[in-house]
């Protein structure tokens, strides 16, 4: 079966500073994908970012990249020059079979709490 | 309208009650889905159609009831709930089955109260 694991229920960093939100996931499936999702108080899950498990580079979209380690099998997100707007719950997800034969499934992780220091 | 809507924003029901939730995309997309959300756990599929068809049920009591008219709306009926279903219910849709990489686009969510 796949997993998500997000380690750090909340987070501080200085408003213009780099912070990374760490990801680790687990699955049998050769074939997956990782997403991170910004949900913030208003309660919407808005979509960021996007690593397929054959992609040889890093994803990046803006201010956002994504530190893929699949050795590791770690899927950070790094948010440069942090922004006060960047106060949210972050979430890590997956795609991937969970077991041979099945249809692929989206699994998301328990969240990251990121606060933005003025 | 852009994007995914979901009313009522909050809905705050007895146990008796009997009442729907309403999700509408304006996107073109084909799948659509039901996610819960608790106070700390993660988020929680709930049911997911694919042109109007349910393709998956994640053991969800049926005291949830889903109905898909057409590929742009998506409802939830509830009877019978008990306290423990208070949660933020997200509505999202995708072009295709997120299980195939197609991202999500999600509604701002229904914040139930079950007293």
């Known amino acids: 079966a796949q997993k998500i694991t997000q380690t750090q229920p909340g987070m501080f960093v200085q408003e213009k500073e780099a912070v990374t939100l760490d990801c680790t996931y687990d699955?049998?499936?050769?074939?997956?994908?990782l997403f991170w999702y910004k949900q913030p108080s208003s309660g919407e899950m808005i979509f960021l970012i996007y690593q397929g498990s054959y992609d040889q580079q890093n994803a990046t979209e803006g201010r956002y990249s994504l530190n893929f380690q699949k050795a590791r099998k770690s899927a950070n997100l790094v948010i440069s020059a942090s922004q006060l707007g960047d106060s949210a719950m972050y979430f890590c997800a997956m795609r991937a079979k969970g077991n041979e034969g099945s249809a692929r499934q989206l699994t998301f992780g328990s969240g990251t709490q990121l606060t933005v220091l003025p | 309208e852009t994007g995914v809507t979901q009313t009522p924003r909050h809905l705050v029901m007895g146990m008796t009650n009997k009442k729907s939730l309403k999700c509408e995309q304006h996107l073109g997309h084909n799948a659509m889905y039901w996610y819960k959300q608790s106070a700390k756990k993660p988020l929680e599929l709930m049911f997911v159609y694919n042109f109007k068809e349910q393709t998956e049920n994640n053991s969800v009591p049926s005291r949830f009831s889903p109905e898909c008219p057409n590929s742009s709306h998506l409802f939830l009926h509830l009877h019978t709930l008990q306290p423990e279903d208070s949660a933020l219910y997200l509505c999202?849709?995708?072009?295709?089955?997120?299980?195939?990489?197609?991202?999500?686009?999600f509604g701002p969510g229904t914040r139930l109260t079950v007293t």
């Open positions: 999202a849709s995708s072009y295709g089955l997120a299980g195939s990489g197609y991202e999500q686009y």
């Open positions: 699955t049998s499936d050769p074939s997956y994908g």
